[in-house]
């Protein structure tokens, strides 16, 4: 009797159990986000045009025939030619910030321009003795032996049209003038600038408050890459395209380690508008709204932890509340 007492006892069990099969299945994990602790920068998008900077009109120095100039988007470097008259080479680059104002002659009085051309001799391998504001017999030795390597009348002289300085490697650009037609002193040869790429965006001048020389913008490229960029400068004097136009500031930008190939193309800079730095921020998606009004973070045991939201920027939201610490753990919405 007491073993039939047992089956039946077990049998019953097994009559008041589900199925394993139709046990409930376990909740899906939730999606979590960790509170962090970074500076948010909320930004407006300005169009501007990516060029190259110190742009100028490269002149002739001489008259005569153009014959030779360099295709657009041709980096001239130290010691080397710009165009062509007559069948030789013109204009030689030398690099320095003061402008040839008079042609260099062993009898000319001593200047800042007669160290500046010492200092480039010795950087392309000749000796011109000591670089110093004095031209003496070394320094001419030195302009002699420049222009046996390129074909120039060695008479120790260099005219304003035989040289041109500028602060660094030249990009030649649009052509000004055309090769077999005449030119002279002063008429333009081609376009030019420095090879440092440039951004100009032409501001509102009712929001000059939005740049600062040293200030850092994020710039979009056509190319769908995202670079930094550094303003350079901002002009003092609004202008209007047309009488119809609002008047603009020029603003200045340098792009920081990135080699950008386009010219003339546009760009989307993002000036800060406003900021907050070492701020606990969450994705936006991880803010709830509360009945009645304000927001909460859930915990992911579902405990609801009321905060308040302060700046949105990129997609985050800085948070602030009781609890609300670097490193929480709280759900977002998929």
């Excluded at 002149?59 to 080397?80: D, F, K, N």
Aim: include cysteine; aromatic fraction near 4%; hydrophobic fraction near 40%.
């Amino acid at each position: 009797m007491r073993r039939a007492v047992v089956l039946v006892a077990v049998v019953a069990a097994g009559c008041g159990s589900e199925p394993a099969s139709q046990s409930e299945a376990p909740a899906a994990a939730r999606e979590t986000a960790t509170v962090e602790r970074t500076d948010l920068v909320d930004r407006e998008n300005l169009s501007g045009t990516l060029g190259y900077a110190d742009a100028d009109t490269l002149a002739a120095g001489v008259s005569g025939v153009l014959t030779g100039l360099r295709a657009p988007g041709t980096v001239v470097t130290r010691g080397h030619s710009l165009y062509a008259v007559n069948g030789a080479p013109a204009a030689f680059l030398l690099y320095g910030a003061l402008p040839a104002w008079r042609d260099f002659t062993p009898s000319m009085t001593d200047g800042e321009d007669v160290r500046q051309l010492e200092r480039n001799l010795r950087a392309l391998g000749y000796d011109p003795g000591t670089v110093d504001d004095d031209w003496d017999w070394e320094t001419t030795e030195a302009v002699k032996a420049f222009q046996r390597d390129r074909e120039l009348d060695d008479d120790g002289t260099l005219t304003r049209g035989e040289v041109v300085f500028r602060d660094g490697a030249t990009r030649i650009g649009e052509a000004k003038g055309t090769v077999g037609g005449t030119v002279g002193p002063g008429r333009p040869v081609a376009s030019i600038s420095s090879v440092e790429r440039e951004i100009v965006v032409n501001l509102d001048a009712r929001r000059q408050q939005l740049a600062r020389r040293g200030g850092t913008v994020t710039v979009e490229l056509p190319t769908g890459d995202t670079a930094d960029g550094r303003i350079t400068s901002v002009g003092t004097v609004a202008t209007k395209a047309d009488a119809e136009s609002d008047a603009t500031v020029e603003v200045k930008i340098t792009l920081r380690g990135h080699r950008a190939q386009l010219d003339q193309a546009p760009v989307e800079v993002g000036f800060a508008v406003e900021q907050a730095q070492d701020a606990l921020a969450v994705p936006v998606k991880a803010l709830l709204a509360r009945q009645g009004g304000g927001y909460a973070l859930e915990l992911p045991d579902g405990r609801k932890l009321p905060v308040e939201a302060g700046l949105y920027a990129d997609d985050m939201v800085e948070v602030s509340g009781d609890g609300v610490r670097e490193g929480l753990k709280v759900v977002t919405a998929r």
